[in-house]
């Protein structure tokens, strides 16, 4: 039954849920809160938390109470206080230690696997038993049934006052039902009898069911399953520690400058404006511009980017990543939630609760799993009395029906491997934004990449020197980059920046001035130096050789820029300036192509410009001189024409087209606009990204598919052998924990991920 979504303003949520012990509790407390009129529930068994959108007269307070009434507990996680968080991780041994939950459980298996230990070994080896050797099985087993399943008696219990049955449920009875077994055959039959012997067969073998104890069962089942509930705990910390390390990136303090003077403050009390000081070694507190000093900044914890980035005054920084060399002053322009930092953890955490399609399929199975398999393990008793006669053996069969039959690795085959894969993306700088998100990685087919700002830098950079023949390649750079330096123009920056790298230190020009459309004239050593287009030339009626028409031509041909340079009455040298290709994108294509992607390069540039910069990153496809609003309708065309179509792109004007694609790659560097329309976020500037971001969505959900199809087959199989009597219940106990350690384990392989 779905909810009736109300007109009017819808309000999100995020609870946290406790009591959950596998995912038919996630599915009946999803299915309660969207029984509510209003109410959209998603509820992740992995993560313990509930996504709610409601709208109308609900409340929160209606939400929680919802969930309390359905047998669990809900509350709003309180904010993230970094400050108060220790400096370090702790190292898995310490993991129980700072996790009171982990560690209740912890001692709790130890205590049960300690008494549960010789009961097994007593009813497995005939040699190790003495006389009355049952009665010393009793008194161990029976803390292990009532205490260490406690856990599962409590929870059983809630549920069968709500009318409802889970997992533990499953457990409960089973071992409840052993345990009462082996008193009815130890106080009123043979079992308790002096010098009583008994076998052990990993089947079920026919006996006198009055001489037949079943607390090796019941005791070994309770400690396997405690076992698997420990490894599960510890591996789901695990596979969530991604994003708590991202969580923990950021500085605690931060020292800002009031009146001149350096002043320690914690970083949740820093406001937009506010200038602070960064020493080397320090992590900048959040992010802002450099307003004194330069360095070099360390961006790999946020980025994957291993090579620190250069950045002076005018350059954006980002929170968290670290200072390596000089003393910057940088002014705050985002802080708290609308950080880079905030925002990745934020699309991390978004990714990590939502649901895949398969998911929802198993939540659904899960959710009728367990009433199907009480009435399965009721009729595997009923028809093994029919067929056999023998009690002890349809009992045995029963109850290795109910145990192996938990629906647990099903609940945790989607979850556990969209925390780590989208874990182990942020740690890449890749934010995955939903589930639904590695489905279209799949079918994808096409990718269109934007070329400015994706392809190529997206900033104007001194590509070729043609000096003249009598004239030194350096000497001309330097000349025209002192000139250049003193204009502000985009063409001009980028011919001081390429001189300043190549010539060094450049001389301050004398009698400077702006030529609007025509370029810049001045002084410079005493030369009169002109710097611009040809028109400007003529105007001094200076002609060009024909090397350097023939220089110019080339230039203007691949659709860069041509800059020419004139001292004393006479040219000089050609400067070419274009929009560099980044050096990383002609290997991104490559492993797109790898990847099955047909590559297709976007851009309103005209034909010849995009023309040249297809053929420097080996782009067959390009479909040039786009208007900005047509972009998302080139994407509609390759979509019309059957094809499954990738966007990658950077700016305000790509955000539509990354809306449109199936899949849209938004980089990191460029626009909120364009962040927020994409599908999949590259933190990195960097087309090489969007291959890893691809390879890793594919890798995520076949780990996922991997998955659910263990735990569909573990069941599928498992079920008809406890049925056929195949299984002795304690073993059945084993494989059910292991399933779900193995989901879990499989998982965490995604760490790895290169």
């Known amino acids: 039954m779905t909810s009736t979504v109300h007109d009017g303003p819808i309000t999100a949520v995020e609870l946290s849920i406790g009591g ?222 991604a994003l708590k390390a991202l969580m923990e990136l950021g500085a605690k303090d931060v020292a800002v400058l009031r009146g001149g003077q350096e002043v320690r403050i914690p970083v949740s009390a820093l406001g937009v404006g506010d200038r602070f000081v960064v020493r080397p070694g320090e992590k900048i507190a959040t992010d802002g511009t450099v307003t004194e000093g330069s360095s070099a900044v360390d961006a790999a914890m946020l980025t994957g980017e291993s090579v620190p980035v250069e950045v002076t005054v005018g350059d954006a920084v980002t929170g968290a990543t670290v200072n390596t060399s000089g003393r910057l002053v940088v002014e705050a322009t985002r802080v708290g939630a609308d950080t880079q930092l905030a925002r990745m953890a934020r699309l991390v955490e978004d990714a990590q609760n939502g649901k895949a399609e398969v998911q929802r399929l198993a939540d659904r199975i899960s959710g009728i799993f367990v009433p199907v398999v009480l009435l399965l393990a009721l009729g595997t008793w009923v028809t093994w009395l029919l067929i056999t006669d023998d009690p002890t053996a349809a009992f045995s069969a029963a109850v290795a029906v109910l145990i192996i039959a938990c629906p647990c690795a099903l609940g945790l085959a989607t979850p556990t491997a969209l925390m780590v894969g989208t874990g182990r993306g942020a740690q890449l700088g890749i934010l995955i934004k939903g589930p639904e998100v590695l489905e279209s990685t799949r079918r994808v087919d096409t990718v269109v990449l934007d070329k400015t700002g994706t392809v190529t830098t997206g900033r104007m950079t001194l590509t070729a020197v043609h000096p003249a023949a009598d004239v030194d390649g350096d000497e001309l750079l330097r000349l ?14 980028a011919v001081a920046t390429g001189a300043a790298a190549r010539a060094g230190v450049l001389p301050v020009p ?12 001045g002084v410079v050593e005493g030369h009169a130096v002109l710097v611009g287009r040809e028109r400007l030339l003529a105007d001094w009626s200076i002609e060009l050789p024909a090397a350097l028409a023939e220089a110019k031509a080339a230039a203007e041909a691949e659709g860069a820029t041509a800059v020419l340079v004139a001292w004393d009455g006479a040219a000089r040298g050609v400067l070419t300036v274009a929009d560099a290709v980044k050096e990383t994108s002609a290997e991104a294509v490559t492993r797109l192509r790898a990847l099955g992607l047909t590559p297709v390069l976007l851009t309103g540039d005209n034909k010849a410009v995009a023309e040249t910069v297809a053929r420097a990153v080996g782009i067959d496809e390009v479909i040039a001189e786009v208007l900005p609003q047509d972009k998302a309708d080139v994407v509609r065309g390759l979509q019309a024409q059957g094809r499954t179509v990738a966007m990658v792109g950077d700016g305000v004007n790509d955000a539509a087209a990354l809306a449109q694609a199936d899949l849209g790659l938004a980089m990191g560097t460029g626009t909120d606009a364009a962040i927020e329309a994409g599908d999949l976020t590259l933190v990195r500037g960097d087309l090489l990204v969007a291959a890893d971001a691809i390879r890793l969505s594919r890798r995520t959900l076949a780990v996922i598919k991997g998955n659910l199809f263990w735990a569909f087959s573990y069941n599928v199989a498992a079920l008809p052998l406890a049925a056929a009597g195949l299984l002795n219940p304690m073993i059945a106990g084993a494989a059910m924990a292991f399933s779900s350690v193995f989901v879990v384990t499989n998982s965490l392989r995604l760490r790895s991920f290169r």
């Open 480 to 493: 025209a980059g002192a000139l250049e330096h003193a204009s502000e123009h985009p063409i001009a920056r």
């Open 20 to 241: 959950m012990t596998c995912a038919s509790c996630a599915a009946r407390i999803e299915k309660k809160l969207n029984r509510m009129d209003g109410v959209e529930a998603t509820v992740n068994y992995a993560t313990e938390k509930a996504r709610v959108s409601y709208s109308g007269d609900v409340q929160v307070a209606d939400l929680i109470a919802t969930v309390v009434r359905t047998g669990y507990t809900a509350e709003e996680p309180p904010p993230p206080q970094p400050e108060a968080e220790s400096e370090a991780e702790p190292a898995d041994g310490a993991a129980a230690v700072r996790d009171p939950e982990l560690a209740a459980l912890r001692q709790r298996l130890l205590v049960s696997v300690t008494l549960a230990l010789p009961v097994v070994l007593l009813a497995m080896v005939p040699a190790l038993q003495f006389d009355n050797w049952q009665w010393l099985s009793l008194t161990l087993a029976a803390p292990v049934v009532v205490w260490g399943a406690l856990p599962f008696h409590r929870a059983a219990w809630t549920n069968a006052r709500h009318g409802a049955a889970t997992m533990d449920t499953l457990v409960s009875v089973g071992t409840l039902a052993a345990f009462a077994w082996s008193l009815w055959a130890l106080f009123f039959g043979h079992a308790g009898m002096p010098g009583m012997r008994h076998g052990f067969d990993l089947t079920i073998s026919r006996t006198d069911g009055s001489s037949a104890i079943y607390l090796e069962v019941a005791a070994g089942v309770v400690s396997f399953i405690l076992l698997g509930r420990y490894l599960e705990a510890r591996s789901k910390r695990k596979a969530g520690a």
């Open 510 to 521: 004398e009698n400077f001035e702006n030529l609007a459309g025509l370029g810049v004239q």
